[in-house]
Structure formats: structure tokens, C-alpha cells
């Protein structure tokens, strides 16, 4: 996705210098409007000019109401409604009550965020309706200005370094009325604009089918990445053999099962297989930017360098702690919204973790390590999840849930054809 939007981004930039459509002989040149700029950001063809956006759009001439004054049908924008970058309408609301005072807008006007410029939010309406204070209706100078052109060069990057440079406040950076007033925009040829604007939105259109297509082929990556998963522990990855032994079963046999699985396996609790440990958070004082003890936060888990292992952290133990977590550990988020994340890492090294992050040592007369990794992923820690506001796995069930369990030589077979397999599917992803 990053690589398409980086060419969305690099066809505006062509698109406002003049070169993406040819320049025609029989067209006119554009008419200075305003003064002049002594400086110019950049080259753009002859028949072209540097232009003020008041000029050519009034800036911050908006005719301000209020909301009760218009009746339920009246489509209502707010900043939440559009996609940032792309300036994608997400959904359209209707005035349901009086929601204070707002800008009203027509069809056809280019609506601008002036509301942290660096989300780069704009689109042209097409409709009448009202909007927040945070968004400017700007009017395109008629038989001088496409509301279209205009909306795609406020998305170029060049005007939203110029908007983000400009910005005022720290929490809430917006774009200053007389920074917008003064911003220069390349004003090509009116038919010039157009064809611009058919091109772009034709490429645009290729583009967005591209990302579908690939949205697509990732969707079924993953579908394929959890039918591989339930094989795995379903005994219907790898041919059992003849020669291995039954599994021993490893406390009750339980009377209800989730689903069949071959003959020499069992169901057994989650407990009976390893060790579930909980973390605990370090002092401040404990702590030291470097050492021989890693200690990992919940959010070390979504560091690109600990996707599967984790390797990088920032904080280190300065003594060896009493309580201290082995290598082959498998660690899951525990409590919070990360809970529905789903994610499962591995130890690479004896460490410690903090309060919100669970984990499992799996008791190697059992398990393999990466099936046990297997079989925690196969884990929707959703449905054994408790709290709503804040929620947190249930203890319990996760020790009592019923997991399978192969003879240890299928348990590595099984590892090394899903791990040949994922390595096919990643392809797709």
C-alpha cells in the first residue's frame, strides 16, 4: 500500500509542475490574478502562473450558521467522515440535532481541513450541506478554477509540507487564515485543469484497483494462514505412522471434545503441558539501558525486530530478579485492548515482562516448542476474554482449555510442513 500511495503522491507532484499532459499550442495563457510572486516554489510551463488562493478561491469567507436552522435531511461533514490522504467521503450524516454552530457549504465547493493539515483532508462536495468550523468551504473562481484541480493540488505534498510549516499550536496545529490566504498555487489553463484532473483520476482509478487486487490476494493469505493452522492441530497435516506410540493421557480424558482428531492423540488442559506465568513490572530504579536480563513491555511486541522473537528492547534488569521467565517461553498480551490482538512471541532469551503480558513454558516431555507455538496461536484469546472496558484474559479457562496433543515426532513433522507451507502463503501476503 505504501509503495502505491508513494506513486498517487509522485503523479500529483507531475500533475501540478506541468508534467503529466501535454501542453496545448492553441490554448491561452492564464492572466497574472493578483500580484505577481517574486519567488517562485518551483518551474511550471510558460502558459501558466503563480497565483494567490484568495485570488482564485476566497480563503475564510464562509457564511457561518447554525445547525438547528436546517432540517434532518441536511448532510452534516465532519472531520471524522473523511479518509485522511485520500479525501474519501467514509460515510454521510444527516443533521439529527442542534450541534452547535457551522459553515455552510454548495455543491461543487472545495472543502479544506484547515485541522492538522498533515491528515490531508479535502474533497469537493457534492452536495449542499454544513460542515464543522475545522473545515473552510473555499468557492473556485468561476471560467478560472476547477473545484477538482484545486482539490487534488491541496492534496499534493508540496502544499501539505507548505500548510504542516505554517501550522500554529502544538496539540492541535492548524493552518493560520492569513497562511492560507497567501499560499501560491500553479494555476494552469482551465482546459488544461481539466484533462489534468481526467488523468489523475483515471490513473487513480488503476491504482485503487491494483490495492484491491492485492487486498484481496492478502485476505486470502490469511484465510489460507488459519485453514493451515486448524490442519495442523487437527491431525490433517501430516500422515500419521504406524510406528509412533499413542499419547499417554495426561490428566481426565473430558467427556466433550471440540472435534476429532486421530487416534494415538488427546485432548488435554492447556496446565497439564508447561507453566503459565503472569509478569510484573519493574521498578524505574531497575532498570538500565543495557544488561544481560531483557526486560519486554506489552508494546515491544509490535516492534518490526519482534514479530515472531523478540530480540529488541530498550530496558534491561540491573540485577537478576528472583522471578525470571526461560527462553522458549511463549508470551501473549493478557490484559487490555492488545488482548484482541491475538499476538504470540517467543523468548529468545531468559527474560522478565510486565504485568499486562502473559506467557507459557511448555514441558518439553510434551511439547515441541514451535507446535506449542502452534497450538497457542490456534488460541482466540477473545473468546476466553473477560471486561468490556478493560479486558483481560480469564485465568481459568485458559488453563482449562482443551488443546491437542500428537506424539512429539508428529508434533516436528508438523512444524516443518506448516512452516514450508507459510513460507507459500507469505508469498500471497
Known amino acids: ?74 448532510w452534516l461533514l465532519n472531520l471524522e467522515d473523511i479518509e485522511k490522504d485520500t479525501g474519501r467521503l467514509l460515510q454521510k450524516n444527516k443533521i439529527i440535532k ?131 493452522l486448524q490442519s495442523s492441530i487437527s491431525g490433517k497435516l501430516v500422515p500419521q505412522l504406524d510406528e509412533e506410540l499413542e499419547v499417554e493421557q495426561i490428566g481426565d480424558a473430558p467427556e466433550e471434545v471440540p472435534f476429532e482428531i486421530p487416534e494415538k492423540w488427546k485432548w488435554v488442559r492447556l496446565e497439564s503441558l508447561g507453566t503459565l506465568f503472569s509478569g510484573k513490572t519493574p521498578k524505574a530504579d531497575e532498570l538500565t539501558s543495557s544488561g544481560n536480563i531483557p526486560y519486554f513491555k506489552i508494546s515491544d511486541m509490535n516492534s518490526s525486530e519482534n514479530q515472531k522473537y523478540m530480540r529488541h528492547t530498550e530496558h534491561y534488569l540491573k540485577t537478576t530478579p528472583k522471578k525470571i521467565f526461560k527462553a522458549g517461553s511463549i508470551i501473549f498480551p493478557k490484559n ?38 502452534l497450538l497457542l496461536s490456534s488460541i482466540d484469546f477473545r473468546e476466553i476474554s473477560k471486561g468490556t472496558a478493560l479486558p483481560t484474559i480469564d485465568s481459568s479457562k485458559l488453563k482449562s482449555y482443551l488443546v491437542p496433543l500428537p506424539p512429539l515426532g508428529e508434533q516436528r513433522r508438523i512444524v516443518e510442513k506448516f512452516e514450508k507451507l507459510m513460507l507459500e502463503i507469505q508469498k500471497l501476503k
Open 1 to 74: 500500500m505504501q509503495a502505491l500511495n508513494a506513486l498517487k503522491s509522485r503523479l500529483l507532484d507531475l500533475a501540478i509542475r506541468g508534467k503529466l499532459v501535454p501542453q496545448i499550442d492553441g490554448e491561452n495563457e492564464v492572466e497574472q490574478i493578483g500580484k505577481a510572486p517574486k519567488e517562485n516554489p518551483f518551474e511550471i510551463p510558460k502558459k501558466w502562473k503563480w497565483v494567490r488562493l484568495d485570488d482564485i478561491a476566497p480563503y475564510g469567507k464562509c457564511e457561518r450558521i447554525e445547525a438547528c436552522s436546517f432540517d434532518r435531511d441536511t
Open 98 to 228: 442542534n450541534q452547535g454552530a457551522k459553515y455552510l457549504f454548495n455543491k461543487g465547493d472545495v472543502l479544506y481541513s484547515r485541522l492538522r493539515p498533515y491528515l490531508n483532508k479535502v474533497l469537493v462536495a457534492d452536495e449542499d450541506g454544513v460542515c464543522t468550523t475545522e473545515i473552510i468551504p473555499l468557492k473556485p473562481k468561476e471560467n478560472t478554477l476547477s473545484g477538482s484541480y484545486l482539490s487534488f493540488f491541496l492534496k499534493s505534498q508540496y502544499f501539505v509540507q507548505y500548510a504542516v510549516s505554517q501550522s500554529y499550536g502544538v496539540k492541535m496545529p492548524r493552518v493560520g487564515t492569513a497562511t492560507a490566504k497567501n499560499a501560491l498555487v500553479a494555476l494552469p489553463p482551465l482546459d488544461e485543469q481539466k484533462r489534468i484532473v481526467e488523468k489523475l483520476e483515471s490513473l487513480f482509478a488503476k491504482i485503487d484497483t491494483i490495492q484491491k487486487s492485492i487486498d484481496e490476494v492478502s485476505q486470502l493469505g490469511a484465510s489460507l494462514e488459519k485453514q493451515l
Open 336 to 373: 487490555g485492548g492488545a488482548v484482541f490482538t491475538n499476538k504470540r512471541r517467543f523468548l529468545v532469551r531468559d527474560s522478565i515482562v510486565d504485568l499486562n503480558t502473559g506467557g507459557f513454558y511448555p514441558n518439553k516431555n510434551y511439547l515441541d516448542e514451535s507446535y506449542a507455538f
